[in-house]
Every structure is written in structure tokens, then in C-alpha cells.
């Protein structure tokens, strides 16, 4: 599907071409006869009832004095001396090993188990190493973890390294069926693919998706229950496409380190800086709580989302090494407010109250308050008074002024969101096209990464620079694009429910007269060209590595969240398990 990447709206009166959608639908059963677009204080004086929509989002699962009675023994005064001389071995093993297979491995366990960002420069040395060796005899587990850790790093290396395993044919040697290190290796490397390598890559999942779906079928070995587990979490979830501490969480519970003496060291490093890390976590979650009591969202707002700690899942996932707490606090309050706003867009404002909103973000005017409804103003004051804190804060610790960036991504987004609302109260129906070019931005993800690039001092952030990484070749579009898609996918049923504005799966189904299946299935083929888009910019492309690092982070968190459907809508399930082992249950070190 080719997506035109200009954002302009279009408001059609066209009669809706599904009635389930439509706004007669939406109001027959109080006798009335709308037009096209119809105003909801109209209704409501006509019926004598405030006709406010409700999605009936179920209370916080999260007990405030629960998370203020968060503990843990795991301190940097406490496990400090041991963390350096655990960093201390590790150094040397990674400056000391030398046969390029070992240190693949090394490296590999190091990034998985979240203690890379300790060794920065080790990494970069041996990585100098690794990049002009040549794979060729090495075997297929050691090529193809070659081939993906070189592409994760951003460094382009070509599918024909994988030539010497495949016949006259161009087929995969049906020996390597055996060789398990391998074909996992081999299918984690196709999840790097980018566009034009479809043959290649395609092949190269499609054979060891085969063999390995056929070794869990037929191997129930006792003694290979540890290749199982790691089969059934790659079949699951490429690990490419995992967020980091996630995967750092289940390499150190699930999987051995490495080999040799090696293994037992990265394993307690990783383990116990795992623990030291959340106990960082745990006390930004503890700040946050009170935060978001003092906002008074909870109670003037009550028919919005009630998820700070959900929105700190976000946060985590897009950024989570200790030293960005301030960024993670940031970024947590910045999607905070934005779905309280969100949820007033889509549910609960007429839309004369959200032209009143947007033109208030548009004066950015502490006088603009005036001219809103009394429900509105407790959140235009909160969004107001942290883009101006944002803005002081990056002044101070950077030294440039960014109040105008910071005005101008609540403004996209909140446009981004009447797009919505005009096509909501109009009964119109967005093409799946039209829907994309507004819906990457509506998201929010944009705005998040923004603002996580200015409390990061990576500027500067204007129209120019912002073309490079979120136009629309741009990582942060493709990764846009992922995270609007995964979302749909996950909340497209109760959206469907309560009669919202077509999103992309509702949108093709009724446009392309195609099923609900279908539609979910042209959604994951678009998802899919658009990783290879996304890691074509991140590996081709002259984007910023931070800049590239948290457009594919977002993503990764974007398909964990709604991995099982809503997993902020409704957090009962996943979404709470995983917090639970985020931020409450530390990892036991023996």
C-alpha cells in the first residue's frame, strides 16, 4: 500500500457506507434525524440529557499506597563494590577474546542480558573486530549471528553470506535441518531483512520456521529443554522485535549465558545489575504516584484511562538505562496528559468543545483557558504547565530554547485528533490511505520521541532535522506507522464495539469489502514491509543512532503492549504481569 506522507484533511458529507458506523445509527433510538455533521449539545438539548460517550475503562489496578510500599535490598551502596568487579571481568574477557565465534556470543549475551550500556567502549573495539572478519566456513549459526548482530549495529552487510549453505537451486541444504543453533540463529537474522532482499530473506525465515516448528513438534527431550524454551520464545516473538528489558528479564531467567567460566559472571552481573537498575525504576514509579494524585486527573477526569503506571511501561520501554531517569519521568507524564486528551478527543468532547481546545494549544496562552469548558481546563492547564516546565528544563540543563518545538508537537497531535473527531462527527469514513496519513501522528509517538530528543540535549530539533528522521523516510514514521498499527490491532474490537471512527482494520474492511481476517491480515503485511523499511533507514540511512535506538524501541513497546489486545485500555492481563516483573519482583541471585 503506498501511503502519501503530506497531512492534509478531507471532510467528505458522503452518506457512510456501513451503517454501524453512522451517525443515524449512533442517535435512532432517541428519534432523531441528523445531517451529516451533527453538534452533540444539539442533541442533548433536543433529548434533555448530556450525551456523553463512555468506554468504561476499568479503575487503576494499582494501589497508590501499593507502590509507595515498594522495597527492595538491592542498592548501589549495598551491591556496588560487587557490580564494578563483576564490570572489571567482563571488560577483560571482551578486550582478551580474540576467535571472532566466542566473541559473537559474548557480545551477544552482554546486549541481551541489558548490561551493554557498561561497555560502551569494549563493545565498539570489538566490534572493529568483528566487522572485518569474513564468515565464509565458519558454519551457519556463527554467519548468521554475524549477519544479525552487524545489522543491529547499523552496518550493512549483504544476504549473500548466505550462499555457501544453499544447492544449485538457490534452496537451503535440507542437511541444515539438524543444526538447531543454526536455524534459531538463521531465523532471528531474517527479521533484519530490509526491502529488496524479500527472496533472500523470505527464504531464509520461511526454512527455519519450517525445521524448528518441526523440532518442537517431534522433540520432547527432556535434556533439551533449554533449546525448547528458546524455539518457543523466538516462535513467539523474534527478538528483534522485544523490548530490551523485557528480553533482559527473560535471557537471565530462561536462557544460559554464554559458555565456559564466561557464563556464570555475565549471568550474576546481569542479575544484579537487573536488580539495582529497578530499584531506580522503583523509586521514579513512587515519584510519578504522587504526581499523578496532585494532577487531579483521577477525579476531575474520571471517564478518562487511569494508567500512569501502564503509561510507565512506555516509558521503560523506549528509554531505560538508569542514567535517563529524568527523561523516563518526563516522557511518563508527556503520555500521561496526552491520554487524558486523547480519550476527551476520541469519547467524551463535543465537537465544538474540541475546536475550542485546539485553538487554544494554538495560542498557547494562559488567557485561552477562559474559552473552555470546565472539564477542559484542569487538562489544558496540566499540558500547558509541563510543555513550559519541559521547555525551562532543557534551557537549563542544555542551555537552547525549545518552547516553540514543545508547543508545536501538542499542536500536531491535537489537530492529528480533531482530523478524528470531524470525521467521528460527520459519520464520515476515512480510506485506509487517508486514515495512515493522520493516524501515525494521532498515535502519539511522535510527540514522545520528540520530547525524549530535547531532554536529551540532541539538537537541534526544526522542521530541517525533523525531516531527516520522521519524514517520511525517516525511522521515526516507519516506527510510527508500527505502533499506530499495533494499536489498532489490539483495540480494533472494542473501538468496533462502541462505534468508533474507523481505524485501519475497520477502515479496509469496509473500503476493500474484505473480512475482518483479511483485514488484520493486510494490516501485519503492511507491519511487516514496514520493519524492513525501518531498519533500511536505521542501517542505510545518516539518522542519529539515539534517534534510530528509540523510534525501534517505541516499536518493540508498541508490540508488547497490545501483543494480547489493549494492554493499557485493559491491564489486567500481560501488561500487569510484566510490570510486576519490571518493577516489584526482583530476580533471585542464586
Same mark, same amino acid.
Given at each position: ?39 452533540v ?18 479503575p487503576?489496578?494499582w ?9 527492595t535490598?538491592?542498592t548501589?551502596e ?9 564490570k ?31 561497555f ?6 570489538? $566490534?572493529?573486530?568483528?566487522?572485518? +572478519?569474513i ?18 549495529r547499523?552496518? +550493512?552487510?549483504?544476504?549473500?553470506? $548466505?550462499? =555457501? ?9 535440507? &542437511? ?15 527479521f533484519?531483512?530490509?526491502?529488496g ?9 520461511? $526454512?527455519?520456521?519450517?525445521?524448528l ?5 517431534? &522433540? ?16 513467539s ?13 527473560? $535471557?537471565i ?21 537487573? *536488580?539495582?537498575?529497578?530499584s531506580?525504576? !522503583? ?7 504522587? /504526581? ?6 483521577r ?5 478518562s ?15 531505560w ?13 508527556f ?13 467524551y ?7 475550542s ?28 504547565n509541563?510543555g ?22 501538542? =499542536? ?7 482530523t =478524528?473527531? &470531524? /470525521?467521528?462527527?460527520?459519520?464520515y ?57 499495533? *494499536? ?19 477502515s ?13 491480515? %493486510? ?13 533500511? %533507514? ?5 539518522c ?11 516499536? &518493540? ?5 497490545? !501483543? ?27
Open positions: 500500500m503506498m501511503i502519501s506522507h503530506s497531512l492534509r484533511f478531507q471532510l467528505s458529507l458522503q452518506p457512510s457506507l456501513a451503517s454501524k458506523f453512522d451517525v443515524k445509527t449512533r442517535y435512532k433510538n432517541h428519534g432523531i434525524r441528523p445531517s451529516a455533521s451533527i453538534n449539545n444539539q442533541v442533548s438539548d433536543h433529548i434533555g440529557v448530556d450525551l456523553r460517550r463512555s468506554a468504561d475503562y476499568h487503576t489496578i494501589d497508590p499506597k501499593l507502590i509507595q510500599s515498594l522495597t535490598t538491592y548501589y549495598l551491591h556496588g563494590n560487587r557490580l564494578d568487579k563483576l572489571e571481568q567482563v571488560s577483560m574477557f571482551l578486550k582478551s577474546t580474540k576467535d571472532v565465534s566466542i566473541l559473537l556470543k559474548l557480545i551477544d549475551s552482554i546486549q541481551r542480558s541489558g548490561v551493554a550500556y557498561h560502551n567502549e569494549e563493545i565498539d573495539y570489538a $566490534f572493529d573486530l568483528v566487522s572485518s +572478519f564468515p565464509n566456513g565458519s558454519g551457519l549459526s556463527t554467519t548468521a549471528l554475524w549477519f544479525r548482530l552487524l545489522r543491529q547499523g552496518l +550493512f552487510v549483504s544476504t549473500d553470506v $548466505f550462499d =555457501e549453505f544453499k544447492d544449485e537451486n538457490g534452496n537451503f541444504l535440507e &542437511r541444515l535441518s539438524d543444526d538447531l543453533e543454526g536455524l534459531l540463529n538463521l531465523y532471528e537474522s531474517s533484519l531483512g530490509m526491502c532482499e524479500d527472496d533472500d530473506i523470505e527464504e531464509a525465515r520461511d $526454512f527455519s520456521v519450517k525445521h516448528e518441526s523440532f518442537m513438534l517431534t &522433540r520432547l527431550d527432556c535434556d533439551i529443554v533449554d533449546m525448547r524454551n528458546r524455539v518457543e520464545d523466538a516462535l516473538v523474534p527478538l528483534h522485535w522485544r523490548t530490551p528489558r523485557l528480553e533482559a528479564r527473560n $535471557f531467567d530462561l536462557c544460559k549465558v554464554g559458555d565456559g567460566i564466561n557464563s556464570s559472571v555475565i549471568l550474576e552481573l546481569a542479575t544484579l545489575d537487573y *536488580n539495582l537498575v529497578q531506580i525504576h !522503583q523509586e521514579e514509579v513512587k515519584e510519578l504516584t504522587k /504526581w499523578w494524585k496532585n494532577l487531579g486527573f477525579e476531575k477526569l474520571s471517564f484511562r487511569d494508567r500512569m503506571v501502564e503509561n510507565y511501561l512506555w516509558a521503560m520501554g523506549i528509554v538505562e538508569p542514567q535517563y531517569s529524568k527523561s523516563r519521568i518526563t516522557l511518563t507524564k503520555i500521561c496528559i496526552l491520554t487524558a486528551i486523547d480519550d476527551i478527543f476520541d469519547i468532547g463535543s465537537l465544538d468543545e474540541l475546536e481546545f485546539v485553538i487554544a494549544v494554538e495560542r498557547w496562552d494562559l488567557k485561552a483557558i477562559d474559552d473552555l469548558p470546565q472539564y477542559m481546563k484542569i487538562c489544558y492547564l496540566a499540558m500547558y509541563f513550559n516546565e519541559t521547555a525551562y528544563d532543557v534551557l537549563r540543563d542544555h542551555g537552547t530554547v525549545v518552547i516553540e518545538s514543545v508547543k508545536k508537537e501538542w =499542536e500536531r497531535l491535537c489537530k492529528s485528533y480533531l =478524528e473527531a &470531524r /470525521w467521528y462527527y460527520s459519520g469514513q476515512p480510506s485506509p490511505n487517508e486514515y495512515m496519513e493522520n493516524a501515525w501522528i494521532s498515535v502519539g509517538g511522535h510527540g514522545a520521541i520528540v520530547h525524549t530528543c530535547l531532554l536529551l540535549g540532541l539538537f537541534p530539533i526544526n522542521e530541517t532535522s525533523l525531516d531527516k528522521f520522521s519524514g517520511g523516510s525517516g525511522p521515526l514514521y516507519w516506527a510510527c506507522l508500527i505502533t499506530r498499527l499495533s *494499536n489498532d490491532i489490539g483495540t480494533s474490537q472494542a473501538e468496533i464495539a462502541r462505534g468508533d471512527v474507523p481505524k485501519s482494520i475497520h479496509y474492511m469496509i473500503h476493500n469489502k474484505v473480512s475482518e481476517k483479511e483485514a488484520r491480515d %493486510t494490516a501485519s503485511d503492511i507491519m511487516n514491509n514496514s520493519w524492513k523499511k525501518l531498519n533500511e %533507514t536505521i542501517i542505510k540511512g545518516s542519529c543512532s539515539i534517534v534510530a535506538n528509540l523510534s525501534l524501541n517505541m516499536t &518493540r513497546t508498541a508490540l508488547s503492549i497490545y !501483543q494480547h489486545g489493549d494492554g493499557i485500555g485493559t491491564s489486567n492481563g500481560s501488561t500487569k504481569d510484566r510490570l510486576t516483573l519490571l518493577i516489584v519482583e526482583p530476580i533471585s541471585l542464586y
